[in-house]
């Protein structure tokens, strides 16, 4: 079973900024789609980015539109989350996602912790 493997998440001030990374523990594993969702404490799980493999196509969440950027590399087979301008609303459990196509997730990583501090 191929897993998701996030980093890059942290301790960060308000405004600041991370790069969560993720890579399949695979190197031949492909999907069309890879995103991000995340988790905040007492909250349910919400969508945060998607892109697809061809990297034409980008989605984002209204809350993180111009602060957040998804890009991949396909050469490495990684997936990325460029974040900025991180409020402490930002605050939460970070997953990467893997599927056939946007809006169908098939793979789920372990989460990386994201906590900003006013």
């Known amino acids: 079973q191929v897993q998701l493997v996030e980093s890059g998440g942290g301790l960060v001030q308000a405004g600041g900024s991370l790069r969560l990374s993720c890579a399949p523990s695979?190197?031949?594993?492909?999907?069309?789609?890879m995103g991000w969702f995340r988790q905040a404490p007492g909250k349910e799980r919400e969508f945060v980015a998607a892109i697809t493999w061809s990297g034409g196509n980008h989605y984002y969440a209204d809350t993180v539109k111009g602060r957040f950027t998804i890009f991949r590399d396909n050469a490495k087979n990684t997936v990325y989350l460029q974040t900025s301008s991180l409020k402490p609303e930002d605050t939460a459990v970070y997953y990467c996602v893997a599927g056939v196509h946007v809006g169908r997730w098939d793979y789920w990583g372990q989460g990386t912790q994201v906590t900003v501090s006013s």
């Open positions: 695979e190197r031949t594993f492909r999907s069309d789609a």
